[in-house]
């Protein structure tokens, strides 16, 4: 078997996707989400495996800029549409996909590749690792009350057109970037991703909503897009609210909207997906056990010019640190790097042949590097190897952040 390994060309897109879709399972997405995604992929970003004139293997990259911890944004390839077909799968097509995409994001210049993962077992052989979880809820409204902070009352809240209100949604979600690291920065085109609400997909809910809240001012200072499903039992009404985004600017902006959703006549569970795990909701509730939080993983990262990656990012203490890496797959990481950062100066990340202070993968690294999962904690996993006594308190308490990193979208 002879398999070609090329860039797409854009009239191949359609059978390079109907081969993703096959991969997936085989049902076809909606004709929007599909047109949506056409729009979206970079063509020339995009690998196909022919088998002759059938494709059977694919990997795609966005472009993606990332918020990392201290408020900047990293180059980021955004990994997506990877899928080998039934019949060639387990013999290497995968591995030679991921090969030359991330042999191409480092020619590119992107230091980071981040993705989503349909397995979290798939791509930890790459270099991925989770870097940021996330957190569902599913709140039984009839019974958890919501204690709201002062200022509350003063936000006006009013129903838009998602698509009217999407210039103001877009100006909160902007500067939400710049705070919390793992938001990819909208680039153009993402907006509509929020707007995609094919009626075959709504399951009975309604279509999308809008409410924008308003400070006193009239400024903006947070939107939530939602659905409701009505439901009926012999009790009577017990509907949900299906939130699919709620960004807010400050407390009172997001109290405000969160009493909204809990208060919608005739439904008794707000649910959520895909929110930071250190969500403030969390904190409002009356009963957090009734609001039945789940986390689970969200985004995977992987450093493939591991010195740009972590010299783009801001530290949380002062730290000099001298880390012995290894990394199968992207070699060139490999080895022994001094990360240092004074808080004044730049961050510098050097080769070095000083003696290590810890010892750990690439993959440990990608987890922290969002500054959600700690050092420290992966060592007691036994994933961080502690040469010098006091180097691993001192480095994770410089990587750890003090926001949660979130992925609020899938791509
Ligand atoms: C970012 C995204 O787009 S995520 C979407 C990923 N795509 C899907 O889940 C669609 C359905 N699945 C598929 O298309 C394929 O099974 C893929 C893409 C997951 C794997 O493709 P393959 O060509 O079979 O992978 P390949 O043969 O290169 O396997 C490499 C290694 O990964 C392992 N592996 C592959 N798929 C999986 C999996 N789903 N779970 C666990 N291990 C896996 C293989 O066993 C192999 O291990 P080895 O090196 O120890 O032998």
């Given at each position: 078997?002879?398999?070609?390994?090329?860039?797409?060309?854009?009239?191949?897109?359609?059978?390079?996707?109907?081969?993703?879709?096959?991969?997936?399972?085989?049902?076809?997405?909606?004709?929007?989400?599909?047109?949506?995604?056409?729009?979206?992929t970079e063509?020339?970003r995009?690998?196909?495996?022919?088998?002759?004139q059938?494709?059977?293997?694919?990997?795609?990259a966005?472009?993606?800029?990332?918020?990392?911890?201290?408020?900047?944004?990293?180059?980021?390839?955004?990994?997506?549409?990877v899928?080998?077909?039934?019949?060639?799968?387990?013999?290497?097509?995968?591995?030679?996909?991921?090969?030359?995409?991330l042999?191409?994001?480092r020619?590119?210049?992107?230091?980071?590749?981040?993705?989503?993962?349909?397995?979290?077992?798939?791509?930890?052989?790459?270099?991925?690792?989770v870097?940021?979880?996330?957190?569902?809820?599913?709140?039984?409204?009839?019974?958890?009350?919501?204690?709201?902070?002062?200022?509350?009352?003063?936000?006006?809240?009013?129903?838009?057109?998602?698509?009217?209100?999407?210039?103001d949604c877009?100006?909160?979600?902007?500067?939400?970037?710049?705070?919390?690291?793992?938001?990819?920065?909208?680039?153009?085109?993402?907006?509509?991703?929020?707007?995609?609400?094919?009626?075959?997909?709504?399951?009975?809910?309604?279509?999308?909503?809008?409410?924008?809240?308003?400070?006193?001012?009239?400024?903006?200072?947070?939107?939530?897009?939602?659905?409701?499903?009505?439901?009926?039992?012999?009790?009577?009404?017990?509907?949900?609210?299906?939130?699919?985004?709620?960004?807010?600017?400050?407390?009172?902006?997001?109290?405000?909207?969160?009493?909204?959703?809990?208060?919608?006549?005739?439904?008794?569970?707000v649910?959520?997906?895909?929110?930071?795990?250190?969500?403030?909701?969390?904190?409002?509730?009356?009963?957090?056990?009734?609001?039945?939080?789940?986390?689970?993983?969200?985004?995977?990262?992987?450093?493939?010019?591991?010195?740009?990656?972590?010299?783009?990012?801001?530290?949380?203490?002062?730290?000099?640190?001298?880390?012995?890496?290894?990394?199968?797959?992207?070699?060139?990481?490999?080895g022994?790097?001094?990360?240092?950062?004074?808080?004044?100066?730049?961050?510098?990340?050097?080769?070095?042949?000083?003696?290590?202070?810890?010892?750990?993968?690439?993959?440990?690294?990608?987890?922290?590097?969002?500054?959600?999962?700690?050092?420290?904690?992966?060592?007691?996993?036994?994933?961080?190897?502690?040469?010098?006594?006091?180097?691993?308190?001192?480095?994770?308490?410089?990587?750890?952040?003090?926001?949660?990193?979130?992925?609020?979208?899938?791509?």
């Amino acid at each position: 078997m002879t398999l070609e390994m090329r860039i797409l060309r854009s009239d191949e897109w359609d059978v390079w996707y109907d081969h993703l879709e096959l991969a997936f399972g085989g049902v076809s997405e909606s004709r929007q989400e599909r047109e949506l995604y056409r729009a979206l992929t970079e063509v020339e970003r995009s690998l196909g495996v022919w088998d002759g004139q059938v494709c059977v293997g694919s990997a795609g990259a966005f472009t993606f800029r990332l918020s990392v911890p201290g408020g900047g944004l990293v180059p980021a390839a955004g990994v997506t549409m990877v899928g080998v077909a039934p019949t060639h799968r387990r013999r290497g097509v995968l591995t030679s996909l991921m090969r030359r995409q991330l042999d191409d994001v480092r020619a590119g210049g992107e230091p980071v590749a981040v993705l989503t993962a349909s397995e979290p077992a798939i791509y930890g052989r790459f270099g991925y690792a989770v870097a940021a979880y996330e957190l569902g809820v599913a709140v039984d409204t009839s019974r958890v009350a919501l204690a709201v902070p002062p200022g509350t009352d003063a936000v006006r809240l009013r129903l838009a057109d998602p698509e009217k209100a999407l210039d103001d949604c877009e100006r909160v979600y902007a500067e939400l970037a710049t705070r919390r690291p793992g938001m990819p920065a909208r680039q153009p085109g993402w907006e509509r991703q929020a707007l995609l609400d094919p009626p075959e997909s709504r399951g009975g809910a309604s279509p999308l909503m809008c409410v924008v809240a308003e400070r006193e001012d009239g400024s903006v200072a947070g939107y939530a897009r939602y659905r409701v499903k009505p439901e009926w039992d012999a009790a009577g009404p017990c509907g949900g609210v299906e939130v699919q985004d709620l960004d807010a600017l400050d407390p009172a902006a997001a109290a405000a909207l969160w009493r909204y959703l809990f208060g919608i006549d005739l439904t008794s569970v707000v649910r959520a997906r895909k929110r930071p795990v250190d969500d403030p909701l969390l904190h409002l509730v009356s009963d957090p056990r009734r609001a039945r939080p789940t986390v689970r993983d969200s985004l995977y990262v992987r450093l493939v010019d591991l010195p740009r990656a972590l010299a783009a990012r801001a530290y949380g203490a002062p730290l000099d640190v001298v880390l012995e890496v290894e990394d199968a797959f992207c070699p060139w990481n490999a080895g022994r790097w001094r990360l240092t950062a004074d808080g004044r100066g730049p961050v510098r990340c050097e080769r070095t042949e000083d003696a290590a202070d810890l010892e750990l993968s690439v993959r440990e690294l990608a987890s922290a590097y969002l500054g959600g999962v700690a050092l420290t904690a992966l060592a007691e996993a036994g994933r961080v190897r502690e040469l010098s006594p006091g180097a691993l308190a001192a480095a994770s308490r410089a990587f750890t952040g003090d926001v949660a990193p979130w992925l609020p979208h899938g791509f």
